[in-house]
């Protein structure tokens, strides 16, 4: 992208904007290239967007796909929907002009389509929606973060100034986050994204693992080199699920599926130059190799009660119809009724207030604080029956366990008892001469004799004579 107007003199997030424009706008035009192009010819997109100040129309959309090349029109009519679905308002301060042209050159031999390309997922970048400024965690926290973050902004410093690629090749950031769900890992994802100007790209197990042995890893190795051409961010939820123990003792195809899948991910992490997130509800027991290669282990907790304040403080936007306007002590005093709530949890909250409100009032709605606390306490006591039926279940599942347990020691135990009750004494007494009757016989075989010799019976004592 070419801009007409300095990028300096724009603002961080519009620069962000158009970076991510500008990554997104060329993943599609490949996709479209390669879905519309013939095979003979490769079609080179070339696009040319130009800034300028607001006041012209947002967006104007050229292209030169007057010769005839397969698909060419094609391809720019995809880009041209993409734009439109991707530039639906005006950043504020410039407008937005965008051409684009083709170039046919000789393709390559055509590589022989793998039959499984179709099946594997396409990865897509996406803009960062939150920010440093927009996230409430403690400064501590904060300071974990930028620590890591280092190793990128001072990257070249460290690594090529002062030599340190001699010690560690690989200049890569891995970070963990952990902690209980709902408090910010999401959210700091994105805000690292754009801390650093980059897109960010997201996974979850599901986009990854397929029903195919061997398909995982290879949908990895696929993400890793979208996340590097994109020059992206990487994210990856339910950590435990990417980084836990390999098998051992392989028994079956999906722990060999899973064991390659893990070798995967060591290899990739071993090889990537940027930034890597994983997360996870709990700190789970990863495999010793992926601990040795994280940089950071940061937890995020629940909010305290003056981050609880600053949160709801966040949720409050200036056209936000007040009863009244909250002071520090009234957010304070809200906070104290809802302990425990996470920060998705306190989102949840005031935005079903403010639908109740608009359902019960319409445009004459006022919110006071105390709609807010009751909102809060509702919260509260809806996650606490939540988590009471959730101990339940489980306690229910233990005794299930439990009870499963006893009643096959007490089926042992009765099929005993009828074995032994079933055998009297006569039928025990039989037992014993058929199995003496059968040594006899064996031994009468051998040429012993079949009868036992009887012991020999001691003579009667003699009664001295008187």
């Known amino acids: 992208m070419n801009y007409e107007i300095d990028k300096k003199s724009l603002t961080s997030e519009q620069r962000v904007w158009l970076d991510n424009l500008n990554t997104g706008l060329m993943a599609e035009l490949q996709r479209s290239v390669n879905a519309n192009g013939r095979s003979t010819l490769s079609l080179v997109p070339a696009v040319a967007v130009t800034v300028r100040k607001s006041g012209e129309a947002f967006l104007t959309f050229d292209s030169n796909a007057s010769f005839s090349i397969s698909g060419s029109l094609a391809v720019a009519l995809d880009a041209k929907k993409w734009l439109e679905a991707h530039t639906e308002a005006d950043p504020d301060g410039f407008a937005l002009r965008v051409k684009l042209s083709f170039a046919a050159k000789e393709a390559p031999a055509p590589r022989r389509k793998d039959a499984d390309d179709d099946k594997r997922p396409d990865f897509v970048p996406v803009k960062p929606r939150y920010t440093f400024d927009q996230i409430i965690i403690p400064d501590d926290t904060r300071r974990q ?3 890591a973050l280092a190793v990128v902004r001072h990257r070249e410093l460290v690594y090529d100034t002062w030599g340190f690629s001699q010690c560690d090749p690989t200049p890569n950031s891995i970070l ?3 902690g209980p769900p709902g408090t910010g890992k999401t959210m700091c994802a994105h805000a690292i994204a754009a801390y650093l100007q980059k897109p960010l790209l997201a996974f979850n197990y599901a986009e990854i693992e397929s029903k195919y042995v061997g398909e995982a890893a290879k949908n990895l190795k696929k993400a890793f080199a979208t996340a590097t051409e994109m020059d992206a961010v990487m994210f990856f939820d339910e950590a435990d699920s990417f980084l836990g ?9 999906n722990d060999q599926s899973l064991n390659s899948q ?3 991910m060591l290899i990739l992490l071993e090889e990537f130059r940027g930034v890597v997130i994983f997360a996870t509800n709990l700190q789970t027991n990863f495999d010793k190799a992926f601990e040795s290669r994280i940089l950071a282990h940061i937890k995020l907790d629940l909010p305290n009660r003056e981050a609880r304040a600053a949160i709801l403080r966040g949720l409050m936007p200036e056209r936000l119809p007040l009863a009244a306007p909250m002071t520090d002590d009234d957010l304070l005093a809200v906070s104290d009724k809802m302990e425990g709530l996470a920060g998705r949890e306190i989102k949840q909250a005031v935005k079903q207030l403010l639908f109740r409100k608009a359902a019960e009032d319409g445009a004459e709605a006022r919110i006071s604080a105390d709609d807010l606390t009751a909102a809060m306490e509702a919260k509260v006591t809806e996650k606490s029956n939540l988590e009471a039926e959730a101990e339940a279940n489980k306690q229910r599942e233990r005794e299930r366990k439990e009870k499963a347990v006893m009643e096959g020691f007490k089926r042992d135990a009765e099929r005993k ?30 040429g012993a004799d079949p009868q036992p010799t009887p012991p020999e019976t001691p003579a009667e004592p003699v009664a001295p004579a008187e």
């Open 145 to 147: 973060i930028m620590d």
């Open 176 to 178: 963990s986050f952990y």
């Open 245 to 253: 123990k390999r098998v051992e003792n392989v028994q079956s195809g």
């Open 262 to 264: 893990r070798s995967q």
């Open 417 to 446: 008892r009828k074995y032994l009750d079933s055998m009297s004494l006569e039928s025990l007494q039989e037992a014993v001469k058929r199995k003496e009757e059968a040594k006899a016989k064996e031994g009468a075989a051998e």
